[in-house]
């Protein structure tokens, strides 16, 4: 089924780990996002990609990076880990055939750290 | 910049009661504007949409109006129910790539 995917759910780390969030879709979309979320709070754009090869750094600097060298994946990572991290983080994709195209969800990494 | 201003932040109202939203807009040559709502634990979804040349567009219980002169656009929800109760969040498509800038949400409580 089409869809996008993102593991882990839930993950417990401590402070200063390096991890990678992933992020898979199925669906061919050529944009894919990166959004940090409290809880019911607002959505802050962390990275962007608009295709293979293709990354920008969108509002919120969370001191993360990401790779685009497939089409349908799209990891997110945080160097050295710290508690202002503790967050959701949700990924999303959407086509790119113009201004009228839906944004896909992931079900959200719920991240804390210790 | 580009930003998209939402308001309330927090809606309550009686079940059966209307609900109203409200977004405003900085650029002018934007010409798509979803809605998502958010339940608890979930992830965000879709639930309508208008385009710039549509100043109303409806859906069941849901509503959705554009007014382009004054770069805002709103949700209306009839008769909410306890399903209702979400976060619900507006966006508008900006800039050459066609960024979707997000309003900030709005908490809707449905009181019993």
């Known amino acids: 089924e089409a869809d996008i995917y993102q593991t882990p759910r839930y993950l417990v780390i401590g402070t200063g780990k390096k991890i990678t969030l992933e992020c898979s879709q199925t669906?061919?979309?050529?944009?894919m996002y990166w959004y940090q979320q409290d809880p019911g709070m607002e959505l802050h754009l962390i990275h962007y990609?608009?295709?293979?090869?293709?990354?920008e750094k969108g509002d919120l600097s969370s001191e993360s990076t990401v790779s685009r060298i497939r089409t349908e994946h799209f990891p997110l990572t945080l160097e050295s880990a710290r508690p202002s991290h503790t967050s959701q983080y949700l990924c999303?994709?959407?086509?790119?055939?113009?201004?009228?195209?839906?944004?896909?969800f992931g079900q959200g990494t719920r991240l804390t750290v210790v | 910049g580009e930003n998209v201003e939402q308001h309330p932040s927090t809606l309550s109202v009686q079940e059966g009661d209307s609900a109203v939203i409200k977004c405003t807009y900085s650029?002018?040559?934007?010409?798509?504007f979803p809605w998502y709502k958010q339940e608890l634990g979930k992830r965000p979804q879709l639930i309508i949409d208008?385009?710039?040349n549509v100043g109303e567009k409806k859906d069941q219980r849901i509503a959705v109006t554009l007014n382009k002169t004054a770069k805002h656009f709103s949700l209306h929800i009839t008769e909410t129910q306890p399903e209702d109760s979400a976060v619900y969040f507006c966006?508008?498509?900006?800039?050459?790539?066609?960024?979707?800038?997000w309003g900030a949400g709005t908490k809707l409580i449905i009181k019993p």
């Open positions: 999303a994709s959407s086509e790119s055939r113009g201004p009228d195209t839906e944004a896909f």
């Open positions: 669906m061919g979309h050529d944009k």
């Open positions: 990609s608009y295709g293979v090869n293709s990354t």
């Open positions: 650029d002018s040559a934007s010409n798509y």
């Open positions: 208008i385009r710039s």
């Open positions: 966006a508008a498509s900006m800039g050459s790539n066609y960024q979707l800038i």
